[in-house]
């Protein structure tokens, strides 16, 4: 029988574009006992522990969760750096934490990009144990992205600072407090590794609980491909593989923070996603609705229409991405400036090409993939339009961490 837990680990969102570690620790200390700590002195503590070149690093993180945990017997553990050598290993080590002490982990996604905090998992069986083994299905996790809007404008305050609860997870500028991977899609684009000690190859790294309680071994299953792969599936299959998926999932026995999300739901507004950092990669972001109002946002591969994930849209009042003309006209708006000095970037009417499908990678500009991009070429200079209509002249790499 499917074993499940989903730790109630509240949801902040990262006050700055690089203060995801610092939004980390603040939940996961939040949920320990600690309280609100502010992220201003959690990430000046991340930082001041972390190596050259670190935001915040996993021995940052470890430290600042160290030193503001509450005493016992609030509080009877610690935190340690897990870097494990393989990613099965990497998400057992999660999977145990979860399992045995109920805290949620620090983990490094991204590469060495951007830290996640992993309240929850699903496996086939309980893990527990030392005979047998066990397969993963999937993770909830708690992506502090994006940052609050008091980052982009300052008069939008507060948080910070943040309160519980507070508009953090809201959805759209205020960011998901339900989201849930897939394990096959937490193996392709969230845990893949980073080589935060220079040992010469990848490693799976999470902060979590010191201790090593006996866990089944790992087993490693295939997924079902709805489709043979062999080109882009069409909208109108998007929103009939969807259909079913959802359909499947409120007759399964157990319900889970997206269930309520998905009930008398039903799927509309397909966006298909080209992946930026990927040769041929694709996903579809299909909005789920109920009486008119967005309740959720399911993604599914865009090949063979494998489910990835979903996000619950609390309390949403518009649709989560907007339309390809309002993606337009905020650009025909916004006064666009590369600022290398080669002046401003118009748009003229016949002399500019939309992207056919949105666009979506790993940067400092999206830490999500249900934060995409409508890209615009404007002769030899690509701009972007995010999910809310804010311009972008460039996308730029992720820092570490």
């Excluded at 399911?298 to 489910?307: E, P």
């Excluded at 337009?328 to 080669?342: L, N, T």
Aim: net charge negative; with cysteine.
């Amino acid at each position: 029988m499917t074993w499940f837990t989903d730790l109630a680990t509240p949801y902040h969102q990262q006050d700055t574009d690089y203060y995801c570690g610092a939004a980390v620790a603040q939940m996961i200390l939040d949920s320990i006992g600690s309280g609100l700590i502010d992220q201003d002195t959690l990430y000046n503590a991340n930082h001041a522990h972390s190596s050259p070149g670190w935001y915040t690093s996993p021995s940052g993180l470890n430290f600042t969760l160290n030193a503001f945990m509450p005493p016992p017997p609030k509080f009877d553990s610690f935190f340690i750096v897990e870097a494990a050598n393989s990613e099965p290993d990497g998400s057992a080590n999660i999977v145990r934490t979860l399992r045995y002490f109920r805290v949620a982990t620090g983990t490094l996604v991204y590469g060495c990009g951007h830290w996640v905090a992993v309240r929850g998992a699903k496996t086939d069986v309980d893990p527990a144990g030392e005979d047998g083994s066990f397969s993963i299905e999937g993770f909830y996790i708690n992506n502090p992205w994006p940052p609050t809007p008091s980052f982009y404008d300052p008069a939008q305050v507060p948080p910070p600072p943040h309160a519980d609860p507070d508009a953090c997870g809201s959805g759209g500028e205020r960011g998901v407090a339900d989201e849930y991977v897939t394990y096959a899609e937490w193996q392709n684009t969230y845990l893949t590794g980073c080589d935060a000690y220079n040992v010469g190859h990848l490693q799976y790294i999470s902060v979590c609980d010191p201790h090593r309680p006996p866990l089944r071994a790992l087993r490693i299953v295939g997924r079902t491909r709805l489709t043979d792969g062999t080109r882009l599936i069409a909208a109108e299959e998007a929103l009939e593989i969807a259909t079913r998926g959802v359909e499947a999932h409120l007759r399964s026995e157990r319900e889970c923070p997206l269930t309520p999300a998905l009930k008398d739901a039903r799927p509309g507004s397909p966006h298909l996603v080209q992946r930026l950092d990927r040769r041929d990669e694709f996903y579809y972001l299909v909005t789920m609705y109920r009486e008119g109002r967005p309740t959720a946002l399911l993604r599914g591969d865009g090949l063979d229409g494998t489910f990835q994930g979903a996000l619950a849209l609390a309390n949403a009042d518009r649709p989560p991405i907007i339309e390809r003309e309002a993606a337009v006209a905020a650009a025909r708006e916004a006064v666009i400036d590369a600022g290398d000095g080669s002046g401003r970037i118009r748009l003229r009417e016949g002399a500019f090409c939309v992207h056919p499908t949105l666009v979506w990678r790993p940067c400092m500009e999206s830490r999500s993939p249900y934060y995409p991009f409508y890209q615009i070429t404007v002769g030899a200079v690509t701009i972007y339009v995010g999910y809310d209509g804010r311009v972008y002249p460039a996308l730029h790499d992720l820092g570490r961490g």
